[in-house]
């Protein structure tokens, strides 16, 4: 499969703690997304990192990405109620005729108050 | 205010009633794209366009139709829907294929 595969498929932390995603892949990539999703709704991007960076920061959102290991983390440090959701990795694959944003399946972060 | 629409937001239908989902975005974007989203499977993308006139099927394009005459619209037409394209489906658009900016969904149910 060429889609990024995120790990854990589901997180539980209380209000306060961290929270670490991973996201792993099998395919080359000009860039990765991550992307947040309440529940049933569009998906709101957050972070994108291309292939030649290895790490972004975005407020409490720090995004690392390791090419040679194919895979990347997104933190989400000192977490809140508010950002339960779920959490997707997206593959961006262009070039040619490609123009392909290849989604994993997400990881469901639960934040307890 | 910069944003995606889609119309309708539920539809229930039958079996082999043809069926369109509008999709418009006020953003001047010349990447436009349908995804469906289902349990377990995630999001998986059905066709995308790079500008007007230009569509490429993604993942999962049989049994979906779409057009894109004008750069603002991309409809989704069903011919023939059928029960397996029972899923939430999201239109997105974007200014360079990098960041995409989601519509709120359509639930689509067919019976």
């Known amino acids: 499969s060429q889609q990024g595969e995120e790990d854990p498929q589901a997180l539980s932390i209380q209000e306060g703690e961290n929270a670490t995603m991973n996201c792993s892949y099998k395919?080359?990539?000009?860039?990765l997304q991550w992307y947040r999703q309440n529940s049933g709704r569009g998906l709101v991007h957050l972070i994108l990192i291309r292939s030649n960076e290895r790490e972004k920061h975005s407020g409490r959102l720090r995004v690392t990405l390791d090419t040679s290991k194919k895979s990347s983390s997104l933190l989400i440090t000192a977490s809140r109620a508010a950002d339960t959701a779920s959490y997707f990795c997206?593959?961006?694959?262009?070039?040619?005729?490609?123009?392909?944003?290849?989604f994993g399946k997400g990881t469901k972060l639960s934040v307890k108050p | 205010e910069a944003q995606v629409t889609q119309n309708p937001r539920y539809l229930i239908t039958v079996t082999g009633k043809k069926l369109t989902v509008t999709c418009s975005q006020n953003?001047?974007?010349?990447?436009m794209s349908w995804y469906r989203q289902d349990p377990g499977l995630g999001l998986r993308q059905i066709y995308y366009s790079m500008n007007v006139e230009v569509t490429d099927k993604g993942d999962v394009p049989e049994g979906y139709k779409v057009s894109r005459k004008e750069k603002r619209n991309f409809p989704l037409i069903l011919e023939s829907p059928s029960p397996n394209q029972t899923s939430l489906y999201f239109c997105?658009?974007?200014?360079?294929?990098?960041?995409?900016?989601f519509g709120p969904g359509t639930r689509l149910t067919v019976l």
């Open positions: 997105a658009s974007s200014p360079s294929m990098n960041t995409q900016y």
């Open positions: 997206a593959l961006g694959k262009y070039g040619g005729s490609q123009g392909n944003l290849i």
């Open positions: 953003m001047n974007h010349e990447y």
């Open positions: 395919t080359s990539i000009n860039n």
